[in-house]
C-alpha cells in the first residue's frame, strides 16, 4: 500500500495522513507469525491490564474511511478492528503473533491448489443491535469492494484490487448498487444456523491467501443497513465498540457494544470503556502536550502514536545509545517497521541507464537522512523488500558505503547521453522536506548531476507524482510497505507496466514498462512453493534495482512515538500503530 | 551589512547555500554540533539545523532579500501614488472621483490576507504561460503584489496635500504667468512635498519588510535556497525550545531593522514638519 512519505522524525508523525495499510498486527518479523486455526474466545489477558477508563486520541488528521470496505491505512485500520471484523486477524500477545480466525473459526481450508478457500464461520457473534452475523452478511461485505468496477465507484480507497483480481467474477459483477440482481460468482455460502461456512474460488492459487483475508475488506456488512457512502461515518458494529458520535474532522465518541461477547473473540480484549477522539490539533501543541504529558495527553495517544517531530527529538531520543531516553522508555516506542523508503526515477525521462546508475551512486544517504531525523528514520538499504520478508538479500548496489562513490558516479556520467537539469519535487509542507530536498541536491551535484529542486503545493503534491507529460518530475521520493508479509504485494502493486497510461501512472511511479520485469513477476505471482516465490522476488528486486537502476533505495523506515504516562500501550505494531486490541487505562 | 554581504563571504570564505554535514550530527536529526546551535569563530550565528549551513551568511545574504523587496516595493508605491495623487489632487473633477473612490476601494481591502491568497494564484497562472517557477519570479510577484496593495497610502496623503497647496498664491501667480498645468504638478507643487513624501516612504519601509517576513513565514515568500529573514524566523519557530538562538538572532535583527527605520520615519518627519517641537 502506498505509504505517505513521512519526512518527520516518527515514522508517524502527528502531521502525517498516514495512508497505510489495514494490516495492523502484521509484525516486523512476519516468520515469527505462528497460524492457530482452533483460536478461541477470549483473547490472551495482558499481564497487569484492567477494564475501564477512558482513552484520548489526540492528532491532526481525522481517520479518512471507517467504512471497512475503504480501509487502507494502518492505523485506520488498527482502529477500525474495533467495531468491524475480518475474516482473520492477527492476535498478539507480546511478542507473540498468531493468525487466527476472527469472523472465521478458523484460518481456512485450502483445496483444489489453494485456488478455493473455506472459512467456517465462528458462531454467536452478533451486530451492534443484537442480531446474529451470518454468512450472507460476510458474503455482501466482501462483495461490496466489486463496487469500484462501476462506471460511478461509491466504495473508492480500499485495497478493492486485491479482490476485483483475486475473486472469480463470472457474470462481470460490478458491486451490489450498480448490479443490484447480480451475484459474485467467487462467493458461496453453505450449511444454516451455527454452522455456517463462505467459500471463496480464486481465478488462480494464492497460497497465503488467509493473510490476505486479514484486511478490513473481508468483513460483514449487512445489507439493509448498508448506507453506501453514509457508512463511511457510521457503520454498523460487530467489534466490541459502537460509534456513539461522530463529527468528522473534529470530534468522535466510541463507548462500548453491549451485544459483544468476550469468549466469541480471539483478538480484543477491549479494555477501555471510552475513547475519545479530537482532531485538528496543531502538530507542535500536541508534541509538546505528550512530551510534556500534560492535560489530556496523560490518558492519551497520537492518532498513530504520537510521532515526535524532528526538532524536538533531542527531548526524547538519545542518539548515542540509539534509544529513547530513560524518562520515555515506559510509555514510548522505537521499533524497526517494514515500510523501505526510496528514490523513484522516471525513467521514462530518465531515459539513460548510465545516468540512473550515476544517481545510484552519487546519492549520500547519510545527509539525506540527517535531514529527515538521522538514525530514528531508519537503516540504510540496498533493497525494496524490507529485511524480515524472505525475499530480502543483501547486496551492494554501486557502493555499501551510505555516503555515496562519487568518482563511480562520475564515471557513469561521463558515459551518459543524457545530461540535462533533472526535476526533483517536494512537498511544501514542511522544512524537513525542504531540507531533504536541498540535501539530495547537494548530492548528486558532487559528481556534477545538475538538480533543480521544485516545491508543490502539498495538496497537489501526489497528483503531480503520477501525472505523465512535460511537467512529470524526473526524480520523487517514495515509500511503500507490504499489504501482508509477502513480496508478492510489492512489486506488481509498484512495477506493472499497464498502470503506466497516458495522463497517470497510478502507484508506478519510476513509470517502469518492462516486459522481462513483467514476465519475472508473473512468473513469481504463480509459484506455490513459499520459498522458491521469495527467490523469484529477490531476482525482481535486483532486476529493478541493478538492471533497470530505476530506484535508489535509502532506507527501511522505524518508528518512533510516545503516549501519555496512564495509557499502556506497549504492544505497538511495528507496521506503524498502536495495537488497539491490547491497549489499557491504568487506574 | 546587506550592502557588503558578498564582502563577508570573503572573510568567512563561507556562502549561505553551500551545505555542510560536518558541522551537524548526521546520526541525531541533522542538529548541530557544539553549543548554542553550533556558534564559533567559523560559524558566527551557528549552523542550520538539518542542512549545516551557515546561519550568518544567510543573515546577511537575507537581510539583502528582505531590503531589496521592501526598498523596491517603496520606491515603486511611492511613485505610483504620487503620480496619481497629483493627477487627482490637480485636476479634481472626475478624475478626482473615480481615483478616490479606488483608494477607498483598496483601503478597506483585507490587503493581507488577499496577497496571501493571490501569490499562488498568481504564480500558478504565470507558470501556466510556460515561465518558470524561480526565486526571482517570486520576489517580482511580491513586489507587485505589495505595490498593487502599497501606492493607495502615499497617493491618499498627497491628492490632500495639493488639494490645499492648489489654492495657495504662488499657484495663482503661477497660473496667470501662463505656466503649463504640467510645470506647475510637477515644478511648483511636487518640490512641497518632499517633505511628506519622505516621512511616508521612510514610515512604510519598515512595514514591507515586515510584510515580507510575514510573507515568507506563510510560505509564500521567496523559494528556498534563497536567504530570507521571514524564512528563517518560521524554520527556527519549530526549535524555540531546544535551539533559543536560532530563532532570537533573526527576530531581534527583523525588530532592530524595523525599529530603526521607525525611528528614521519619525526624525525625518521632526525635520520636515514646522509644527512640530524640534529639541
Redesign the interface.
Same mark, same amino acid.
Given at each position: 500500500m502506498r505509504k505517505t512519505r513521512l519526512v518527520a522524525?516518527a515514522f508517524a508523525s502527528a502531521t502525517a495522513v498516514t495512508l497505510i495499510a489495514s494490516l495492523v498486527t502484521v509484525p516486523a518479523h512476519a516468520a515469527s507469525i505462528v497460524i492457530d486455526s482452533r483460536a478461541t474466545g477470549p483473547a490472551p489477558a495482558i499481564t497487569g491490564a484492567v477494564q475501564g477508563g477512558t482513552i484520548n486520541i489526540i492528532g491532526k488528521s481525522d481517520f479518512n474511511h471507517f467504512d471497512p470496505t475503504r480501509v487502507y491505512d494502518t492505523a485506520v485500520g488498527n482502529f477500525g478492528r474495533l467495531f468491524s471484523r475480518s475474516l482473520t486477524g492477527i492476535q498478539q500477545n507480546g511478542d507473540v503473533q498468531k493468525l487466527v480466525g476472527d469472523l472465521a473459526a478458523d484460518t481456512g481450508k485450502p483445496s483444489n491448489g489453494a485456488k478455493t478457500w473455506t472459512f467456517k464461520l465462528r458462531p454467536g457473534i452478533k451486530w451492534e443491535d443484537g442480531v446474529d452475523v451470518k454468512c450472507a452478511d460476510v458474503l455482501y461485505g466482501i462483495s461490496r469492494s466489486f463496487d469500484t468496477l462501476a462506471d460511478a465507484p461509491v466504495l473508492t480507497g480500499g485495497p478493492s484490487f486485491y479482490l476485483t483480481d483475486f475473486i472469480e467474477n463470472k457474470t462481470d459483477y460490478k458491486g451490489p448498487y450498480a448490479t443490484p440482481n447480480g451475484s459474485l460468482s467467487g462467493l458461496s455460502c453453505s450449511g444454516s444456523g451455527d454452522n455456517e461456512s463462505i467459500t471463496i474460488n480464486l481465478t488462480r492459487p494464492v497460497s497465503d491467501f488467509n493473510y490476505t483475508t486479514t484486511m478490513l475488506a473481508f468483513s460483514a456488512v449487512r445489507k439493509d443497513k448498508d448506507t453506501k457512502a453514509a457508512y463511511d461515518v457510521l457503520p454498523l458494529s460487530d467489534g466490541p465498540y459502537v460509534i456513539e458520535s461522530r463529527v468528522k474532522k473534529d470530534k468522535t465518541v466510541v463507548v462500548r457494544n453491549k451485544y459483544w461477547v468476550a469468549s466469541t473473540d480471539p483478538i480484543r480484549n477491549a479494555y477501555p470503556d471510552r475513547i475519545e477522539m479530537l482532531f485538528n490539533q496543531d502538530p /507542535?501543541v500536541t508534541n509538546?502536550l505528550f512530551i510534556n504529558d500534560s492535560g489530556d495527553a496523560k490518558t492519551g495517544l497520537g492518532r498513530t502514536g504520537a510521532g515526535i517531530?524532528?526538532? $524536538?527529538?533531542?527531548?526524547v531520543?538519545d %542518539?548515542a545509545k &540509539?534509544a529513547l531516553k530513560p524518562a520515555f522508555e515506559a510509555r514510548g516506542s522505537y521499533l524497526k517497521t517494514p515500510v523501505t523508503s526510496w528514490l523513484a526515477i522516471n525513467v521514462q525521462k530518465v531515459t539513460d541507464v548510465n545516468l540512473r546508475k550515476a544517481i545510484q551512486c552519487a546519492i $549520500?544517504k /547519510?545527509?539525506i537522512? +540527517?535531514?529527515? =531525523? =538521522?538514525?530514528?528514520v531508519g537503516d540504510y538499504t540496498n533493497s525494496i523488500i524490507p529485511d524480515s520478508l524472505g525475499g530480502y538479500s543483501k547486496y551492494t548496489v554501486c557502493t555499501d558505503n551510505p555516503a555515496g562513490d562519487v568518482d563511480a558516479a562520475k564515471k557513469f556520467y561521463a558515459k551518459s547521453k543524457l545530461t540535462r537539469e533533472l526535476t526533483f519535487v517536494y512537498s $511544501?509542507g514542511s522544512? &524537513?522536506s /525542504? $531540507?531533504e +530536498?536541498?540535501?539530495l541536491q +547537494?548530492s548528486l551535484t558532487r559528481a556534477g548531476i545538475k538538480v533543480k529542486?521544485? %516545491?508543490i &503545493?502539498s495538496t497537489t503534491y501526489y497528483d503531480i507524482l503520477e501525472k505523465q507529460g512535460p511537467d512529470a518530475p524526473d526524480l520523487m521520493m517514495y515509500a511503500w510497505m507490504y499489504d501482508w508479509p509477502n513480496a508478492s504485494t510489492i512489486f506488481p502493486p509498484l512495477f506493472t507496466s499497464t498502470m503506466v497510461g497516458d495522463k497517470v501512472v497510478g502507484e508506478n511511479k519510476s513509470r517502469v514498462t518492462d516486459k522481462t520485469l513483467d514476465a519475472l513477476m508473473d512468473k513469481a505471482s504463480s509459484i506455490t512453493s513459499l520459498k522458491l516465490q521469495n527467490a523469484a522476488w529477490t531476482r525482481a528486486d535486483k532486476y529493478v534495482i541493478q538492471t533497470l537502476a530505476a530506484v535508489v533505495p535509502l532506507w527501511q523506515s522505524k518508528s518512533l512515538w510516545i503516549t501519555g504516562s496512564k495509557v499502556v500501550a506497549q504492544d505497538f505494531t511495528a507496521m506503524g500503530g498502536a495495537n488497539w486490541a491490547n491497549i489499557y487505562v491504568k487506574k | 551589512m546587506a550592502i557588503f554581504a558578498n564582502a563577508f563571504s570573503l572573510i568567512t570564505h563561507l556562502d549561505p547555500y553551500t551545505l555542510n554535514d560536518k558541522a551537524i550530527d548526521l546520526d541525531n536529526g541533522g542538529f548541530p554540533k557544539g553549543a548554542w546551535g553550533g556558534i564559533s569563530g567559523t560559524h558566527w550565528f551557528g549552523v542550520e539545523p538539518g542542512t549545516g549551513r551557515d546561519l550568518f551568511m544567510r543573515f546577511v545574504h537575507g537581510a539583502r532579500t528582505s531590503l531589496v523587496i521592501a526598498f523596491t516595493a517603496t520606491i515603486l508605491t511611492t511613485t505610483i501614488g504620487t503620480t496619481i495623487g497629483l493627477i487627482a489632487g490637480y485636476f479634481g473633477g472626475w478624475a478626482e472621483k473615480v481615483v478616490s473612490r479606488v483608494i477607498d476601494f483598496m483601503l478597506s481591502f483585507p490587503s493581507l490576507l488577499f496577497i496571501i491568497a493571490s501569490t499562488p494564484v498568481l504564480e500558478n497562472s504565470l507558470t501556466r504561460f510556460g515561465i518558470e517557477q524561480s526565486s526571482n519570479l517570486r520576489v517580482i510577484i511580491i513586489i507587485s503584489v505589495l505595490t498593487l496593495f502599497g501606492w493607495t497610502f502615499p497617493a491618499r496623503l498627497i491628492r490632500g496635500q495639493v488639494l490645499s497647496l492648489k489654492e495657495r498664491e504662488f499657484i495663482d501667480a503661477a497660473r496667470i504667468a501662463g505656466a503649463s498645468k504640467w510645470h506647475i504638478i510637477f515644478r511648483q507643487i511636487l518640490p512641497n512635498l518632499s517633505g511628506p513624501l519622505l516621512v511616508t516612504a521612510s514610515l512604510s519601509l519598515p512595514g514591507y519588510v515586515t510584510a515580507e517576513a510575514a510573507l515568507s513565514y506563510l510560505n509564500v515568500g521567496v523559494l528556498p535556497p534563497t536567504p530570507d529573514w521571514g524564512a528563517t524566523v518560521l524554520r527556527s519557530a519549530s526549535y524555540y525550545q531546544v535551539l533559543p538562538t536560532y530563532m532570537l538572532i533573526p527576530g531581534v535583527a527583523l525588530l532592530l531593522l524595523v525599529l530603526s527605520f521607525n525611528l528614521f520615519g519619525d526624525g525625518v518627519r521632526d525635520a520636515f514638519d514646522p509644527k512640530s517641537n524640534r529639541n
Open positions: 522524525a /507542535e509538546q517531530l524532528t526538532q $524536538n527529538l533531542s527531548l531520543y %542518539s &540509539d $549520500n /547519510e545527509t537522512r +540527517a535531514t529527515v =531525523g =538521522g538514525k530514528t $511544501n522544512t &524537513d /525542504e $531540507n +530536498a536541498l540535501a +547537494a529542486i521544485k %516545491s &503545493d | -
